[in-house]
């Protein structure tokens, strides 16, 4: 069981907005940073989000990202079919000395 | 370019040993932290390991700790995994992944299979 909690799966229509929640606690998401990762069936994962809401270039601003105590989000608008996906979010964790993942979210754009 | 290639994987029985290599390009490895990530079949992302840059330090997750061992050989841009005692729940696609300074995973390479099984 992933220590960052996240919803198995979220659905929305094309051009819709969705928001894909991550929860964890003190030892991670409330004293680290949150970053995201979008996965297209078993492919490498692709950093979307670092440092809560940073984009790496060449992320299209539709993605973003939020945190606030130990919970972070991620909002994705103007859906588009490409971008049915697995969504991770992911952070440091000071009690385990690990780096821990969420148990990821399926994206599916209706 | 800027890559990372991970080999080594195969098939291999329960109990058996393994050792993975990810060979670096493209940028300063001995710069950057390095990481083992896994992927169980139909399953989500799961951390292994990390190494400090100069190898002053390493952390693993709880389910390899005392199988697995992480290294590196920064002369030869190159991070291992040599893993020992192996199990069927460790069959998994193994990514190595680049560290920021952030603490994000911002280059990840295409992965090597693993399979333990009888």
């Known amino acids: 069981q992933s220590v960052l909690t996240q919803p198995p799966s979220v659905s929305a229509a094309p051009g819709q907005k969705v928001t894909i929640s991550c929860s964890g606690s003190?030892?991670?998401?409330?004293?680290?940073?949150v970053s995201w990762y979008q996965q297209f069936s078993v492919t490498a994962p692709k950093l979307l989000i670092h440092?809560?809401?940073k984009r790496p270039s060449g992320i299209p601003d539709r993605f973003s990202g939020s945190k606030s105590g130990t919970s972070a989000t991620l909002d994705i608008t103007g859906l588009q079919t490409g971008d049915e996906a697995d969504y991770y979010c992911?952070?440091?964790?000071?009690?385990?000395?690990?780096?821990?993942f969420g148990g990821g979210t399926k994206l599916t754009v209706l | 370019e800027v890559q990372l290639v991970e080999s080594g994987g195969g098939l291999v029985k329960p109990g058996g040993s393994l050792r993975l290599s990810c060979a670096a390009s493209?940028?300063?490895?001995?710069?950057?932290?390095m990481n083992w990530v896994r992927q169980a079949p139909g399953k989500g992302l799961e951390w292994v390991s990390c190494?400090?840059?100069?190898?002053?330090?390493?952390h693993y997750a709880v389910s390899v700790k005392g199988r697995f061992t992480i290294s590196r050989d920064n002369a030869k841009n190159s991070l291992y995994l040599q893993m020992n005692g192996l199990r069927v729940e460790d069959t998994a696609l193994y990514f190595c992944?680049?560290?920021?300074?952030?603490?994000?995973?911002?280059?990840w390479g295409k992965g090597t299979t693993v399979t333990v099984s009888s």
């Open positions: 992944a680049r560290t920021r300074s952030g603490g994000y995973l911002d280059l």
């Open positions: 493209g940028f300063t490895f001995s710069d950057y932290r």
């Open positions: 190494i400090a840059s100069g190898s002053t330090y390493t």
């Open positions: 003190s030892s991670n998401i409330g004293n680290n940073y």
């Open positions: 440092e809560n809401n």
């Open positions: 992911a952070a440091w964790d000071s009690s385990l000395s690990a780096v821990i």
